[in-house]
């Protein structure tokens, strides 16, 4: 029970106290390059700068490729393992990106050819295992119809996430080597992971807690340095102003920014608060929104068309040949990515068939007394109208999301248009349609698969230009108050020396949709609430509503406690002053308790990182 009472309402603390600053070890040498990991849905890729070279930031397109490739700022969010032979015998991982895929295919031929061979005892027959890929999406809680495939017993998302960011890492680190020398090692390396503003608490911390699960940050052989979480819309907000025109943007300006993904579509509205001498900073103006209506929502939609143009004779050639899926979808790339370019406008688009799904369309036709395709079955033609129909509920989706955050703000001078999805000619045209005449200025910047991993690294080496956010969700603390009758319940009254107080109530220090800055506190003032009381319990709270009465209910969730020891000094009593600031940082939330007019020791620090306080 939270044995303390509410003092005095807010109040700004204008100077950060002493005992908030992290002690940094005397001898830990700064890092000397910044490294921007952008683990996407369908894609990935990384960028890096180094601390004395802030202007020079570096996108690597030189990924291991399977031969057909073009080179490209991001590899395949891609990993191929296989089982071992012995009965529950352990994955192991055979290759990760594009090669993943390619060597996925060359084992499924090798099977096929096998089985046409005849059965054998031979323990080095080719053998499949499996091809995961679109996995990040397991992180999010409302998925849709691009569900990824569920795991098999022996592997979670834990797992393929740290393998892959292994991989990874591993690649930065030698192509680093390559750079600045084979002396460098993790030491010198800050990483920044960025990460979907729509994502919830618990999928961000599965993204640090793999990030040192696999080396990278941490431990023995990882980065010593604190590993930066970036919201990718703002990663992608930084690094257009970047290669955007000076003149472009005024203080007061206003600018939309929508990375529009694989997997997710993350929208955020800022305000540009200082240009030119004084620096670029802005300051968020509305919760960040978004959804899960990315590129690979298009796929999905892709692969229900087929089903339904094939019909049974599909389903029954994945059953027996599942590797013909990653085959049609790599085909489906090209396709999808001209729709919309107008040398195909109006026109038929032509899908060559892969040839066991040939093979079985046709034998199940055959079987079943269905005519012959007048055309064939090896292309399937998919007419404008058709190509349509399966991107637009997506494309439409972006454009609401876009609308909606258009009239919170009313007039904006910018949307600016970024994310792997923003290669689509037919859904950038659709956004200029319809907000053309009201966006002065719709810009999508050269390369906008990159602009993520370019944007986290600017935003590291300029940690103050983001001034302040709007906070997601409301934020105090549990406390006594005056009861109030026919108002509280009655069973919430408890009488201390004489006076009617009101329990599990919610001392509000930041409502939902408030604007927040990094580490300016926020502080109460309490005392407790009875003679003789030896300690003082604090409990933070959330809520998703703006102004929550109390901590009771569906809305509200602890965060994290703290207990405090005031029997040192008992002469004032209930008149022992405990000031209890809440600061918001880049990555963790800070909760202070400070003695003002009596000695208790040390001041309390509770400091909750992301994983349980993402409040932007």
Known sequence: MNMFRRREKMKKVQNEPEFIREETPERMEGPRLIVGLDFGTTYSGFAFAHIHEKEKI???????????????????TGMYYKR???????WHLKSWGHPARAEYEKDFTAVIKQRQRGATDDPFQPSLGNLFTRFKLHLGKERGPASPIPLPPGLTVHTLITDYLRAMGGLVLKTLQDHYGTQLDMKGIQWCITVPSIWDNSAKAIMKDCMKSAGLVGGEHGSPHQLIIVLEPEAAS?????????QVLSVGDKLLVADIGGGTSDLIVQEVISVGERGYRVKELTISSGGYCGGTYVDARFTNYLHAKIGPALQECLQEFPGVLPTLLKTWEHTKSMFGDPSFAERTSDLNLPVKLVTTWERYDLRNNIPARGDGYETLEITYEEMQSIFDPVVNENLELIAAQLQQVGFVKILVIVGGFAGSRYLTDRIKERFGRIVPQIIIPPNPGSAICQGAVALALNPDTVDSRICKKTYGIHAMDSFQEGVDPPEYMEIYDGVPKCKNRFEVYVSKGDSVKENEPITRSFKPVRYGQKAITLELYSSDMTNPRYIVGDSACMEGSITIDISKDMKLQTERLLNVSLFFGKSCLDFIAEHVNFSAGKNHRLRLPIKESGFF
């Open 238 to 246: 930084f690094h257009c102003h970047k290669v955007m025109n000076e």
């Open 58 to 76: 570096y996108t690597f397109y030189d990924y291991p490729r399977a031969g057909y490739e073009k080179p490209y700022c991001k590899t395949l």
């Open 84 to 90: 071992q032979s012995e009965p529950g015998g352990k």
